[in-house]
């Protein structure tokens, strides 16, 4: 099964807010916006192209169309605000560059302007940074950005001089500038003191002059950017206009304070005859160029009363926003504040001079505000559509007209077509009212009393309809009119009403998160599915109404049945706001809240599977397909009612499973039709009276105008005989005339004869004697001739001999000078041959030295890696031994802590045994002399230990003096490399100079090479060739002899200079870096020294305490053993010693 698509058909309405909004593209064809696309409409063909606008922009901001009328340029708000060029004369508007303010952060362009000649293109960025920024747009290219104002003074609009596509001017509040391209920027060719006027509006006249509109209504024209004069616009039709808003104003808002009776001049428009301006609102004037170099005001033009509006000056009092003119200055257009389009064709203006203009619309009469209610019938090609504007219009969507409308005094909340198309529920704030379509009105007829009605319905068989109050859905009958059944369930307000196609069910959804599904019979839920955290908008049947489709505020599309959520397409970050099934089951249609439409196959898919379109600029309100699916109508807060034709994705209708038959009937009433055959019965009496009296009136002009012509054919004849007579007496004359003529000229030629005559005899005479003076003059000249003939002669004889003489003297010259030249060239040949010779030599001597210093210093490079590899060996060796005498440390430290617990316990077994050691001290003052030789031995044993520990130090003291050296030793390395590196680079620099030298010299021979043989071409003229010879010799030789050594010593002398001073620098820092470095080393030295003391000092007395210890315990031990033993053999010397005094503790 092949996808069902949408295709877009047509659009009414027009977007507001877009500055330059409406504009020409040729005779019969305008460009405005309307939702989220520019519509182009053909106001002949009544057809609309579409070109629409990009997915994630914000919203357009302004239009620009080029002077040759081929590309449009439509700016669009973002995150990063674009202005993207459409080639118009391609059928689907093609892209053809997206431009952006390149790294700027700017979310806007207010308005744009095109060059004169379609190459570049000017935009005005928005608050706070308002930067003016000049592209070549073809290319892609910002050649220049400019800030044309404040954030407390915005721009209002920008253009082009149409006579120099290098000047710009920018005006606004307290804002006129004139702006000239040159040298990649925008400057500022003028500064006029206008900080305190407010201009909406400006238009170029000429190459220097600009008219300017502002909001008190003043007409300020500049001259080359300067202020000059004021035109003068009073108008008693502004001034009554105004009055009038004034006090519709007051009805209207009574708590607003009274409006200015000022009219504000917000678009203005050259042509060729001079300008046209706003004067006010809903009126137009046309100024016209004087003889004296000023404008006068010569009409105005009037936007027409509303003939179907109850207020009177609704229409009259709206703002024009943008005026255009048809290229061939046909036809003028204008848009108006409430998106109202209206033209007026110009050459009516130049004929009706008397006539108080009017404009007309330019296609229909469009919304002005949010439309809230959208309705269909089965019986006629209409749709019905509610709005806040307070008006009800009927649509015509096969012939794509507006049929019908009125407006109320209060809002039309919802609206429903009865399936005939012959009757229409409005809802307003206090009644539902029934109405009749009449011919030309929607009249009331029946009032029920539902406030606030804000979604009705009537079933598909027409007999019932069902409004919503709140939370409460009432069913009537349409019949009786009665209240059949009050549908109570829901907790919060009812969004969207759908009835089955048998009228049997009816489903409700709300903002309470319900659906429910009634049996309009009984009144009882038939199903209901509640999901608390959604709020629904919309629902609708299924197309065999066995399952709902609900979409809300949680962003997914539920199909619904028995109770439970059947399937559920995924969340998108755009909420869905409406919902429209086909009547074929194949496609369903959503609309939302950013005003895009899409089309999602039926079954619904688990995933996100479907076609979007651009349609609108605000969430979509409502929508609905025609019972024969071939539109689909969508409506939005955008004021604009799109129609889109449903078609297969080849191209052809869908195929409808019902035959639908449109009627063509209409409601008229009684007193109406008797009133209209009363005046045809009026006007047929009339008629006849007329032409009665027209016969009568035709009899008696054809009697006036048969007495007229009788008169004239008098007059005339008697004309006729008069000149007749005069003709025959001018051909008398003429004859006699012609013989006096005939006369004369026989005279004139008789006389003429006899004078050529005489003029060729004494001719005759002349020319023989000027023929003897010719031979006479030519015999003379050739004698003449021969005298010079052998003068010359003897001159050439003459001038050969000294040529002759000449040339010997100059060859014998020549051949000195060659020979001199020939010996010159070979002593320069044998220099450069020395000069190479020596270089080469020099260079070889040198590339000698560089490579033994090489070798050298590579072999002392090696060695002293070697030697550092090997003190790296000897330092990790002696870093292992110092850690393997670290952890020995470490053990002793441990076995330190464990006797130092034995201590502990011991020293409370030694409290225990204190009164025991004090029996036991005369036993003690016995062994004290065994007890200090076998101190003496344990002494001795120590005393190998600690020599052991004096040599490990000496061994420790040994490499770091090593290692100390070893630094010392890689410090002395790194400088001589760095000497030789220094040494290298200073022979790399004398090579290149010698290169250089060598450059020169060869530069020198080219140029002797040349000078002679410039030199050669003299060899005819001797005193040039000797010239040039000395002239070479002395800027050659003198130079090569004597300046040339004193150059190469001077610069030798500065090179060894040069580099005597680096190298003596070069030293001096390096001894200052050692002197640092040795000390830091000391430094770094002396504190491990000092750490390492403390560490053996802490060791020596940790081992001593050991010693002390351990010999204590021994002691202890022993007394304990000599004590038991001595208890056994004498137990009556402990009474004894009981008795004797205590002695002092020895500890």
């Known amino acids: 099964m092949t996808a069902v698509v949408a295709q877009s058909h047509f659009i009414f309405g027009l977007r507001t807010g877009v500055a330059n909004n409406l504009c020409f593209f040729d005779e019969q064809t305008v460009v405005f916006p309307c939702g989220n696309n520019c519509v182009r409409y053909n106001i002949i063909q009544r057809c609309q192209r579409f070109i629409p606008g990009s997915e994630k922009s914000q919203g357009m901001r302004a239009l620009a169309i080029s002077a040759n009328r081929r590309y449009l340029a439509v700016s669009e708000c973002g995150e990063k605000a674009t202005i993207t060029v459409f080639d118009l004369q391609h059928e689907q508007g093609r892209k053809r560059k997206v431009l952006t303010a390149g790294d700027m952060l700017v979310q806007e362009f207010v308005c744009m302007a095109f060059s004169p000649d379609s190459k570049y293109l000017i935009g005005q960025t928005g608050a706070p940074d308002w930067m003016l920024i000049f592209w070549l747009w073809e290319k892609q290219k910002v050649l220049a950005s400019v800030k ?99 006090e519709t104003k007051k009805i209207k808002d009574t708590d607003m304070d009274e409006a200015p009776t000022v009219s504000r001049i917000t678009a203005i428009l050259s042509y060729s005859k001079g300008f046209l301006c706003s004067m006010g609102p809903g009126t137009v004037c046309l100024f016209e160029k004087t003889e004296e170099d000023s404008y006068r005001k010569s009409r ?38 409430r998106g109202q389009l209206y033209s007026i064709s110009l050459s009516s203006v130049d004929i009706n001079k008397e006539e108080q203009l009017h404009f007309e619309f330019l296609s229909q009469s469009f919304h002005s505000k949010s439309i809230t209610g959208l309705s269909i019938c089965l019986q006629k ?4 559509t509610s709005s806040v504007d307070h008006s009800v219009r009927i649509w015509n969507y096969q012939t794509k007209v507006l049929e019908l409308y009125k407006e109320f005094q209060e809002e039309a909340h919802s609206v429903a077509l009865h399936p005939t198309g012959l009757f229409i529920l409005v809802g307003f704030s206090d009644k539902l009212r029934l109405m009749n379509l009449v011919i030309d009105d929607i009249r009331s007829f029946k009032e029920f009393t539902v406030r606030g ?108 049945q028995d109770c439970q959520v059947l399937r559920e397409v995924p969340a998108d970050e755009v909420a869905h706001t409406a919902i429209a099934v086909s009547h074929s089951g194949r496609v369903v249609f959503t609309g939302t809240s950013s005003g895009s439409i899409r089309a999602i196959k039926y079954p619904l898919p688990i995933q996100k599977d479907w076609i979007m379109y651009q349609a609108h600029c605000g969430p979509v309100t409502k929508m609905v397909i025609t019972y024969d699916d071939q539109f689909l109508l969508t409506v939005s807060e955008d004021a604009c009612l799109s129609m889109w034709r449903i078609i297969e994705k080849e191209g052809r209708g869908l195929k409808s499973n019902r035959q639908i038959i449109h009627t063509e009937e209409i409601l008229v009433t009684k007193s109406d039709l008797e009133e209209r055959t009363q005046n045809m019965l009026e006007l047929k009496m009339r008629l006849e009276e007329l032409q009665m009296e027209n016969e009568y009136q035709l009899r008696l002009k054809d009697m006036n105008y048969n007495e007229k012509m009788k008169e004239i054919s008098d007059k005339f004849t008697q004309q006729i005989e008069s000149l007749q007579t005069t003709q025959q ?16 000229s026989a005279e004139v030629t008789l006389k003429h004869s006899k004078e050529l005559k005489d003029l060729e005899l004494s001719y005759s005479q002349k020319l023989i004697v000027e ?17 010079y003939e052998t003068q010359l002669k003897s001159a050439e004889e003459s001038k050969v001999q000294a040529l002759e003489e000449l040339t010997q003297y100059f060859e014998a010259k020549l051949q000195e000078k060659t020979l001199l030249l020939a010996q010159c060239q070979e002593e320069v040949q044998q220099q450069t041959r020395e000069f190479k010779e020596f270089i080469r030599q020099v260079e070889e001597d040198e590339e000698r030295k560089i490579r033994n210093i090489q070798i050298k210093y590579e072999k002392k490079l090696k060695t002293e890696k070697e030697t550092n590899t090997s003190l790296k060996g000897e330092t990790g060796v002696m870093a292992q031994k110092f850690h393997s005498l670290q952890r020995q440390i470490d053990d002793r430290c441990s076995d330190i802590n464990k006797l130092k617990q034995e201590r502990q316990k011991m020293l409370g077994l030694i409290r225990s045994l204190e009164s025991d050691i004090e029996d036991l001290k005369r036993q003690i003052a016995g062994h004290e002399k065994t007890n200090q030789d076998k101190l003496n ?15 490990k130090k000496e061994m420790i003291h040994q490499l770091e003096e090593e290692l100390v050296q070893t630094v010392k030793s890689n410090s002395q390395l790194k400088l001589t490399v760095s000497d030789l590196r220094l040494k290298l680079r200073t022979r790399d620099k004398e090579m290149h100079a010698e290169m250089q030298k060598v450059n020169d010299l060869e530069t020198h021979l080219q140029r002797l090479k040349s ?64 002197a640092k470095s040795a000390e830091q080393h000391d430094k770094v030295y002396v504190k491990i020294m000092k750490e390492n003391v403390t560490l053996i000092t802490e060791i020596n007395e940790l081992r001593k305490e050991l010693r002390s210890v351990r010999t204590q315990v021994k002691d202890y031990k022993a007394q304990l053993a000599k004590c038991k033993k001595s208890n056994k053999s004498h137990p009556n010397s402990e009474e004894d010693s009981k008795k004797e005094p205590k002695p002092e503790d020895v500890n």
């Open 937 to 951: 031995e344990l002494k001795k044993q120590t005393e190998p230990q600690q020599d052991d520990i004096s040599k």
């Open 771 to 787: 023929h003897e003076r010719f031979q006479d003059l030519q015999g003379k000249y050739e004698r003449m001739q021969e005298d």
């Open 148 to 246: 044309t104002s404040n954030s407390n003074n915005p721009v209002t609009q920008v253009s082009f001089n149409p006579y120099n596509n290098m000047q710009v001017c920018v005006s606004g509040t307290g804002v006129f500038k004139l702006l000239r391209y040159s040298e990649g920027a925008l400057k500022q060719s003028s500064f006029p003191k206008v900080e305190t006027i407010n201009f909406l509006c400006h238009t170029w006249m000429s190459v220097e002059r600009v008219i300017a509109g502002t909001d008190t209504g003043r007409l300020l024209v500049f001259e080359s950017g300067d202020l000059r004069r004021e035109i003068i616009t009073a108008s008693k039709v502004a001034q009554q206009q105004s009055d009038r808003q004034v």
């Open 1011 to 1074: 000078d002679l043989h410039n030199c050669v071409g003299f060899i005819q003229e001797p005193k040039k060739l000797k010239e040039s010879v000395q002239m070479i010799y002395a800027r050659y030789v003198s130079q090569t002899k004597g300046v040339e050594k004193s150059n190469v010593d001077e610069n030798v002398l500065r090179a060894f200079c040069r580099q005597r001073d680096h190298l003596e620098r070069t030293v001096d820092s390096l001894k200052m870096r050692l």
């Open 453 to 560: 009605c804000r979604e009705c319905a009537f079933s598909h068989g027409g007999h019932m309809f069902a409004a919503v109050n709140g939370n409460v859905i009432h069913i009537y009958s349409v019949t009786s009119f009665e209240n059949i059944l009050n549908l109570k369930g829901h907790n919060g307000k009812v969004r969207g009403i759908e009835w089955s196609l048998d009228d049997s069910r009816l489903v409700s959804c709300g903002t309470d998160g319900a659906v429910y599904e009634w049996n309009t019979q009984t009144g009882k839920r038939e199903s209901e599915s509640v999901l608390k955290s959604c709020s629904y908008t919309d629902v609708a049947f299924s197309s065999d109404c066995k399952t709902l489709l609900a979409v809300g505020t949680d962003l997914t599309l539920k199909e619904i």
């Open 729 to 744: 007496s001018m051909k008398t004359e003429m004859e006699k005339q012609e013989r006096e003529h005939q006369d004369r």
């Open 381 to 384: 090609p209409l749709a019905a």
């Open 300 to 337: 105005e033009i009037q936007i027409p009363p509303d003939k179907y509006s109850n207020e009177v000056t609704r229409a009259e009092c709206q703002e024009i926003d943008t005026m255009c003119i048809s290229p061939a200055e046909e036809t003028l257009a204008i848009s108006t504040d």
